[in-house]
C-alpha cells in the first residue's frame, strides 16, 4: 500500500527502526517488529546508512520482514554517496521486494568521504525516483531549519523544490518544542506547501541520548526539557518516564493542533513504543 492513501483517511501514526550494526543478534529486531506491529502503526521506516555499508542489504530485509508481518514499510534512501547506477539497482531491489514507499533523503556530507557527483539534493533523487517506478517519494523537512541552509526561509523555499519534484509527503527532523514545528508548518502553508507534514517526535529515554541531543541534534532544547533531563539523567528509570512523559506531551498538544501524522522515533524500544501508544490510544481514535 502506498502511505499517501493513509493520509487521505485519518492522521497518521507510525514508527522509525534502524537496522542493528552486524555485532548484535538479527532476532532482537525482528522481535522488536513483532512487538512493534501489536500497536498496529500506518507504517514503519526503516533508516539506510549514507555510506553504502553491506549493512544496507539488512536495512531492505528488516523493510521485507515488515511487510510480511502485514505492516506497510518504507525505506529510506539518502543518495548522496552513490552513483545513478547504484541507486536505480537499488531501486530495482526495492521494487523486486515488493516496497513501494521510499523516503528519499540527500544524506549527511561526511567530510572524509567525498560524495558522488550524480545526487546533489534529495530533489534530484526525487525525479529520478519518478523515472524508474511507481514509488510513494516522502521528504525529510526541518522544523527548525537545515543546518546547511542559510535561513528557515530559505530551506522552505528549497523544501518546496522537493515537493515540486513529486514529494507525496513530509516527515520532520525532531523537535522539542512543538511551537518551532506549528512556525514552519505556516511558513510552508505560505510558500505554496500543500502536502502532509508528519511531525518527526524522539522520546530521549536515557542519558547516551541526552549527550547526542545536547552535542550533535542541532533542535533547540528548551528550559523545561533540560531542567527534566538535568534532575533525573542519573536515574534511569525516572529519566525514562520524564522522556516517555515528555513526548507524550508534545504528541496530545499536535494531535490537539491538527497534526497530519505523528512519527516516533523509535530507536527500537518497543517498551517506549508501546507506553506512547497506550497513552494516546483514545485521542488516536478520535481523530
Ligand atoms: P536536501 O533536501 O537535499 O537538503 C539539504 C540542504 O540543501 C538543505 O539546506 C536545503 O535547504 C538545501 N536544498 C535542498 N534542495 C535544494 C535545491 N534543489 N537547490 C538548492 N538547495 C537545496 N540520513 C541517512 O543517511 N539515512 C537515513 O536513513 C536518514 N533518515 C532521515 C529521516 C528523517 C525523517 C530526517 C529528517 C533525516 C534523515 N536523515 C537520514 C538525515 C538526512 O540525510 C540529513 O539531514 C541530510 O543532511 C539532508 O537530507 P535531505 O534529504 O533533507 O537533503
Request: hydrophobic share 40%; aromatic share 10%.
Amino acid at each position: 500500500m502506498k502511505i499517501r492513501e493513509i493520509f487521505n483517511r485519518k492522521t497518521v501514526f507510525s514508527f522509525e527502526v534502524f537496522p542493528p550494526k552486524k555485532t548484535s543478534s538479527v532476532d532482537t529486531i525482528y522481535r522488536t517488529l513483532e512487538q512493534l506491529r501489536e500497536l498496529r502503526p500506518d507504517f514503519i521506516s526503516v533508516t539506510f546508512g549514507a555510506g553504502g555499508s553491506s549493512n544496507n542489504v539488512f536495512a531492505l530485509d528488516v523493510a521485507s520482514k515488515i511487510k510480511d508481518s502485514g505492516v506497510v514499510p518504507m525505506i529510506h534512501l539518502p543518495c548522496i554517496n552513490y552513483t545513478r547506477e547504484e541507486v536505480a539497482g537499488v531501486l530495482e531491489e526495492i521494487k523486486r521486494r515488493g516496497i513501494e514507499n521510499i523516503l528519499a533523503l540527500r544524506g549527511d556530507i561526511n567530510p572524509d568521504i567525498p560524495p558522488k557527483r550524480d545526487f546533489a539534493h534529495a530533489s534530484d533523487l526525487i525525479y529520478f525516483i519518478k523515472k524508474h517506478g511507481d514509488f510513494d517519494i516522502t521528504g525529510a523537512c526541518y522544523p527548525e531549519g537545515h543546518p546547511d541552509a542559510e535561513s528557515l526561509e530559505k530551506d522552505i523555499e528549497n523544501l518546496k523544490i522537493k515537493v515540486d519534484a513529486g514529494a507525496d509527503h513530509l516527515i520532520s527532523q525532531l523537535f522539542f518544542d512543538n511551537e518551532y514545528f506549528y512556525k514552519f508548518r505556516d511558513i510552508a502553508v505560505q510558500k505554496g506547501i500543500d502536502v502532509p507534514i508528519e511531525a518527526g517526535i524522539m522520546p530521549v529515554v536515557n542519558k547516551r541520548q541526552i549527550e547526542r541531543m545536547v552535542t550533535t541534534c542541532g533542535a533547540s532544547l528548551p528550559h523545561r526539557f533540560v531542567k527534566i533531563m538535568q534532575r533525573y539523567e542519573n536515574n534511569p528509570e525516572a529519566l525514562r518516564d520524564a522522556g516517555i512523559a515528555y513526548a507524550i506531551d508534545q504528541i496530545v498538544d499536535l494531535f490537539a493542533s491538527g497534526v497530519d501524522g505523528i512519527h516516533l522515533y523509535t530507536m527500537n524500544n518497543a517498551y517506549v513504543a508501546e507506553r506512547i501508544n497506550e497513552a494516546v490510544t483514545n485521542i488516536k481514535e478520535a481523530d
